[in-house]
C-alpha cells in the first residue's frame, strides 16, 4: 500500500533521508514486514526512578502519520506480554516516530520499561480511540494533568496552543518534586503554567485540584450564584491522571457548570472494542471507553466502582503464585456407544477438565471408513440440503468408503475453504445430521444415528494436513499440473480475518487478486483464535489454515490494524484498493444491564475468553504476562456456545461452575455436544433462573453472588414464580448473553447503510457502496462459523465480478504475471513464466 505523504526525514539507521515527496508503505506490525527497525526505541528516559516512570520514543510509522492528540496505543512487549494501552504522549511525522511514558505498575508495565534504547516493542497497534476535540477560538482551556497524565496532556495542550483564539492554562503535578517531567516541555505550549506538589517540595504546595480552585475562585466563580461577575471564564477543562484526581477535577468544576472531559485510558483492557473490559457508565448508558472514549463528559461518569475495576488484575497478578495444573493424562474413552454412529474417542471428563488440549481426539481411518460404510449414497441427499455451503456429501463419504481420503479432500474442498475447523465446530446436529424438519440426513429419520458428517470431514482434512498432502489436492486431475493463477494487478482489502475474511480472501486471490487482510488483533483467525479454546479448537490448526492462503496467490495478513482507525475505507482507497470486504464479526459484547454488573469480578465472556485463548492466560506466570481472574465458585450467565466455553475454561482455572439461564436446557443454542461435553466436565445448570441482581460483598472488594428469579414451562411459555427468588454464591460472574456487531467500520465509513448496526447487504452481499462487501456475523448477527465462511466465499466471487468491470490504470507491475500456489517455501511469492517454472 502507498500513500503520498510530506517530505521525510527519516533518521533512523538504515532508512535514507530523501529530499522529494516520496510514496511511502502504510507499515504495521506483521510477519512479512517486520524488520529490526519495527517498533525501535531510539529514545529512552528515565523520568522518575520511584516510582519508575521511563519515556520511549519508538519507530512507529503507521502510527506516527495518523496519530491525532487524545489517542492512544496498544503495546506489547515481547510475544507472550499482555496487551496494555498506552496514550500517545507525542509523535514526530518527520522521524516516523512515537512517544510513550509508562509508569511501573504491575508485571506488565514493569516488563515494558525494562527494555532499553534499540531494543524493540512486539507489537505497537492504532493509532486508537477518539481524537480531542481540538479547535480555533475555544476560548481559556484548562488541562490538567497528574502524575504521567502530563504525558498524554502535553500533545493537547500543543495542538490548542497552535490555534488562533485558545488561551491555554496547564496544571500539572505530582506527589513530590523528583516525580514531576516535561516542565519546560509544557511551559511551551501554555499561556499560563502552574505546577503543584502534593508534599510542597515544589511549585503550589497541595493536589491540581488545589491550583484549579484557585483559579476558579479568583476568576470569581460562585457555587450559588451562576451570574456572579467573572474576570474570565473557562471554555473548557480536560483532565487526565489517576481516577481518583479526574473524578476530583469533575466533581469539583460540577457545581460552577464549566464542561469537563476526562479520559479513561487507564480502564482500557484490549482496545479494539471487543472485551468490554472497559465499560463505564456514562449518563445511565454503558459505554466502552476504548471505541466511545477514551474522553467523556466527566460529570456524567459513573465513577463508583472504576477504581476497583483498574485494580482486580494488579491483585491477580500479587496473588498469582499458586501450584500449576495437575500433569495432564490422556485417557481414551469411547463415549457412552451411541446406537449406531461410530463413538469418537475422547479424552476422560475426570483429565480433561484440568487440561487444555483437545477434547475429542478424532477419527482413525478404520474408525472413518466404518461410519463412512453407514452412508447409503443417497441419490437426493437431504444431508446436502441442510449444509449452508453445500458439501457434496455423499460424494466425498463414497471416497471414504474406498480409502480414497485425498479425493474426498479434493471434493470437500470445492464447496468448503476450512474443513479441519468446520469438521470440529460445525453445529452438524442442526445442519447436515439434523433429524427434523426438511433437511438433514436420512438415516435420522429411520429410528438411527445420521451418519457422523463433521466427524468425517474432519478425519479427512486432519489426514491430509498430517500426511502433508496439501499440496498433491491442488494438482488437478486432468492436466495432472497445478492450476497457475494470472495475476490482475488488482487489489482488494479484507478486513477481519475470521471465518469470513478467510474465505472471502481466498475467493479473490485465487482470481489472481491482490489481497491484504487487515486484522485488529496481534493474530489472525477472528473467533477460531481469540474465542474458541483451544481444547475444542486447537489454534495451530487455525494458524495453518491462515498460512495456506499465502499459497493460494498473493496474501498479506496485516495485523494490529484497525480499519476505521489506523486507516478507514476512504484512506484505503485512496491507497489503490480497488474493492473491499467487511468481515469484523459481532465482537461487542452485550450485558444486562441489572444491578451490579459493573463490580469488579464481573467479566465479559469476550474478555475471559481473549485472556484465555489469545493470551494463554491460563499459562500465567509461567508462559504469559496477561493474568486471569480466578474464583472457587464461578456463575456464567447465558447458555449459548459461547458460554459453554466460558463455563469449560473457567472449570479448567479450577472453579466449581454454575450456568444461570432464563429458559430450558433444550432451549439452549448451545451445541449438544457442547452441553454434554460440559455437564461430563462437571459444569452446574441452573435452568429458567433468570439474572435480578449481582449482590456486591461488602467486606471484601468483589461480588457475594446472583439473585435470580425461579420461572416454570408453562404453556410453552417461560413464567415467573412469584416470591421465588434463588441465590447463587459466587466471587466471580462471566456474561456471555450474546454480541452485537463491532461498530467502528461503520461509524468511520459515511453512506455505509447499517440496520441495528449490522452492515446491510443485498443477497450478493453487496453494501450501500459501490465495490464495497461485507458478510459473515456483521452482516447477520453472531451466527456460525460455517456461515461465515459461505457468506465470505460467495461475497468473495461477488467481487471477482465486480472488478472484471473495473479498469485499472497504471496498477502493480505483477499485473499479467503468473503465480504457482504451491507448498515448496522455495517457490513461494516466486512468479515466473510457464516455461521457467517447468524447467525448475
Ligand atoms: P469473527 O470470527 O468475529 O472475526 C472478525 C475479525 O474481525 C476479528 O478477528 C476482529 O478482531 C476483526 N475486526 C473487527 N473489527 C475490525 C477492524 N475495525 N479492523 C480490522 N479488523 C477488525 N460457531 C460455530 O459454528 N461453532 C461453534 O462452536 C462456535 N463457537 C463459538 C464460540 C465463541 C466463544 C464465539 C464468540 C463464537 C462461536 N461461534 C461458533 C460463532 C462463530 O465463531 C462466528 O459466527 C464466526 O466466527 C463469525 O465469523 P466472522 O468472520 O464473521 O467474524
Ligand atoms: Fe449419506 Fe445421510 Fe447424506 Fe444420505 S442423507 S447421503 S445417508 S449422509
Known sequence: MEIEDAVPKMTIDGYE??????????????????????????????????????????????????????????????????????????????????????????????????????????????????????????????????????????????????????????????????????????????????????????????????????????????????????????????????????????????????????SLNTIMVD??????????????????????????????????????????????????????????????????????QTPMPVQDPKYRAQNWTEVALGYTAEMAKAEAARCLNCPKPMCVKGCPVQVPIPQFI????????????????????????????????????????SYGCILARTGKESVAVGRIERFVADYVRENGLEEKALIDATSGKIHPTILTGKKVAVIGSGPAGIAAAASCAQAGHHVTMFEALHKAGGVLSYGIPEFRLPKAIVQHEIENLSKLGVVEVKTNYVVGKSATIDDLKKEGFHAFFIGTGAGLPRFLGIQGEDLPGVLSANEFLTRCNLMKAYQFPYNTDTPIMKAQQVVVIGAGNVAMDCARCAT??????????????????????????????????ATLNTPLEIVANCEANGIKGLRTQVNIFENGEIKPVEGEINFHQCQMVIIAVGQGPNPIVPASTPGLNTTKGLITTDENFATSLAGVYAGGDVNTGAATVIKALGAGKKAGQEINKYLENINVEGVSETAG?????????????LFMTEAEFEKK
Not at 230 to 238: E, G, I, N
Not at 301 to 326: F, H, S, T
Request: charged share 25%.
Open 17 to 262: 533521508t530523501v529530499s522529494q515527496p516520496i510514496k511511502r508503505e502504510r507499515y504495521v506490525s506483521n510477519s512479512n514486514t517486520r524488520d529490526s527497525n519495527t517498533f525501535k526505541i531510539v529514545k529512552r528516559v528515565l523520568l522518575s526512578t520511584e516510582p519508575e516512570i521511563i519515556e520511549f520514543e519508538c519507530y512507529s510509522p503507521n502510527v506516527a502519520a495518523h496519530c491525532k492528540p487524545g489517542q492512544f496505543v496498544i503495546v506489547r512487549a515481547n510475544e507472550k506480554a499482555e496487551r496494555i494501552p498506552l496514550t500517545i504522549a507525542d509523535f514526530n511525522r518527520e522521524t516516523m516516530t512515537v512517544t510513550l511514558v509508562c509508569q511501573s505498575i504491575g508485571r506488565s508495565s514493569k516488563i515494558i520499561n525494562a527494555l532499553q534504547e534499540n531494543q524493540n516493542f512486539y507489537d505497537i497497534a492504532g493509532p486508537l480511540g477518539h481524537a480531542s476535540d481540538i479547535r480555533a477560538h475555544m476560548g481559556n482551556i484548562v488541562l490538567v494533568a497528574g502524575g504521567v497524565g502530563t504525558a498524554p496532556v502535553y500533545p493537547i495542550a500543543r495542538a490548542f496552543h497552535e490555534l488562533p483564539g485558545n488561551h491555554v492554562i496547564t496544571i500539572f503535578g505530582a506527589r513530590m518534586k523528583n516525580l514531576i517531567f516535561w516542565e519546560q516541555k509544557m511551559r511551551d505550549v501554555s499561556h499560563e503554567c502552574y505546577v503543584t506538589t502534593d508534599d510542597g517540595s515544589y511549585g503550589i504546595h497541595g493536589f491540581g485540584t488545589t491550583a484549579l480552585q484557585k483559579i476558579i475562585d479568583e476568576a470569581g466563580y460562585s457555587k450559588t450564584d451562576e451570574m456572579a461577575p467573572k474576570t474570565r471564564s473557562f471554555d473548557a477543562v480536560y483532565a487526565i491522571g489517576p481516577l481518583p484526581m479526574m473524578r476530583a477535577v469533575a466533581e469539583l468544576t460540577r457545581p460552577y457548570k464549566i464542561p469537563t472531559i476526562v
Open 271 to 340: 482496545g479494539t472494542g471487543m472485551c468490554g473490559a472497559c465499560r463505564v457508565a456514562v449518563g445511565g448508558k454503558t459505554m466502552f471507553a476504548c471505541v466511545d472514549g477514551p474522553e467523556f463528559d466527566g460529570h456524567l461518569v459513573d465513577w463508583g466502582n472504576l477504581r476497583q475495576r483498574m485494580g482486580a488484575y494488579c491483585e491477580i497478578e500479587k496473588k498469582e503464585k499458586e501450584a500449576p495444573l495437575d500433569k495432564p493424562e490422556f485417557k481414551l474413552l469411547a463415549k457412552d456407544a451411541p446406537k449406531t
Open 398 to 437: 463414497k471416497k471414504v468408503k474406498e480409502g480414497d481420503f485425498l479425493g474426498a479432500y479434493k471434493i470437500i474442498k470445492t464447496a468448503n475453504a476450512c474443513p479441519s475447523i468446520s469438521g470440529r465446530v460445525c453445529p452438524q446436529e442442526a445442519q447436515c445430521q439434523c433429524a427434523e424438519g
Open 652 to 685: 479448567r482455572l479450577g472453579a466449581q461452575v454454575t450456568v444461570v439461564y432464563r429458559r430450558r436446557l433444550q432451549d439452549s443454542p448451545a451445541r449438544q455436544e457442547e452441553v454434554e461435553h460440559a455437564e461430563e466436565e462437571g459444569v452446574h445448570f
Open 817 to 829: 504475471k503468473i503465480f504457482y500456489p504451491i507448498v515448496a517455501e522455495e517457490y513461494q511469492n
